[in-house]
Structures are given as structure tokens and as C-alpha cells.
């Protein structure tokens, strides 16, 4: 084990030059973080992750075993990345073809959730407190508090900053069962009062 001033990384792991990492931020076995990175504090990184030069994650960023964030990937604060999860920075890639220079960017905004096996196909942000279910391949924009399940990922409804479904009543109105927030649905758009 491998205790930095700030940080701590198992033995295993690789930190590339030019990295910024955040205080109490936890990097696991057998990661990758590449040069120019920058990582906030408290930020959880799992097992075999890679995370490519120039990606931002914020703070609080829990990314779980196997997940791969791509150059041009930006994760703002309080992100989960569930396992196994793919993030894509090339539309239309070819192998002896080489796009580098076309790098699309993807942002997932603050608080989003992105399920085990899921897909971001580069270019299309997430909202924030997004939701987007296990498996589910995410081919446009993402709305924040939106529920995406499925492949191609359809939205399903609307979640709360909390994680809880939620039901609007005539009124266009919602409140969540665990906090007591309230919301307010206006044309297809989300917002916490």
C-alpha cells in the first residue's frame, strides 16, 4: 500500500506525471491514471479502472471496477460510474484510421448515476441527477433528473436528486419520498423548488 500526502493508491496502481489529484481521494488495485488527469477530492477510484490523460472527474466521484474514461470525458461532482460502464470519445472509429484529433467531449453533470454495462456514446452530456439504468446505451442528451433504461436508452421518467422515482401530480408537481423535495415538471424540463 501506497499512502501519498493527500492521497492514497495500492501499490499496484499507476499515476502518470502531471496528475492533480484531490485529498482522500482512494485510487485501487491495478488502475491507471494517466498523465494530465485531474481528480477531486474524495473521489473513489476501483479496480482496473483507466483513466485517460486530460479527463476532469470533480469531487466525490465513484467509479466503479472496469470502467474506462476516455480523453474528452468530464465528470462533475458527486458522479457514480457503476461497473463495467463504457464511455466512447471517437464517432465513428476505424484502426488504421487514427482520430485523435476528433475527440468528442461528454459531460456528466453533477450527481448523475450511470448503471453497470451501461454506454455513453461520446458527445451527449448527461443531466445533472441523471439517471441512466444498467445496460442502457445512451445515443442523445440526456435531461437532468431524467430516467434512461434500454438500448437504444429511452426515457422511462423522472428521478429525484435522491434516487426516487417521481410521481407528478396535476399540477405538475412531485415531491420525494425520502427528502420531502419537491419538483416542478415544465415542458419536459426538471427543476428542484
Not at 118 to 127: E, F
Request: glycine share 8%.
Amino acid at each position: 500500500m501506497r499512502n501519498t500526502e493527500n492521497y492514497f493508491a495500492h501499490e499496484s496502481a499507476i499515476i502518470d506525471d502531471g496528475c492533480e489529484i484531490g485529498e482522500g481521494t482512494k485510487i485501487w488495485h491495478f488502475s491507471h491514471i494517466m498523465p494530465n488527469c485531474k481528480i477531486g477530492q474524495r473521489c473513489n477510484i476501483g479496480q482496473n479502472v483507466v483513466v485517460s490523460p486530460d479527463v476532469i472527474l470533480g469531487n466525490n466521484v465513484k467509479v466503479q471496477n472496469n470502467v474506462s474514461i476516455y480523453t474528452g470525458v468530464e465528470c462533475q461532482d458527486d458522479v457514480f460510474l457503476g461497473p463495467s460502464m463504457v464511455f466512447t470519445n471517437v464517432i465513428n472509429p476505424r484502426s488504421a484510421i487514427n482520430r485523435r484529433d476528433q475527440y468528442l467531449k461528454t459531460i456528466v453533470k453533477k450527481g448523475a448515476s450511470i448503471g453497470a454495462n451501461a454506454t455513453i456514446v461520446c458527445g451527449n452530456d448527461i443531466g445533472e441527477f441523471a439517471f441512466i439504468g444498467a445496460g442502457a446505451v445512451v445515443t442523445k442528451e440526456v435531461p437532468a433528473f431524467a430516467l434512461l433504461v434500454g438500448n437504444p436508452a429511452k426515457q422511462i421518467g423522472w428521478i429525484s436528486e435522491y434516487g426516487h422515482r417521481l410521481e407528478f401530480d396535476s399540477n405538475n408537481e412531485a415531491v420525494c419520498p425520502e427528502s420531502k423535495d419537491k419538483y416542478l415538471l415544465t415542458n419536459d424540463t426538471v427543476k428542484k423548488l
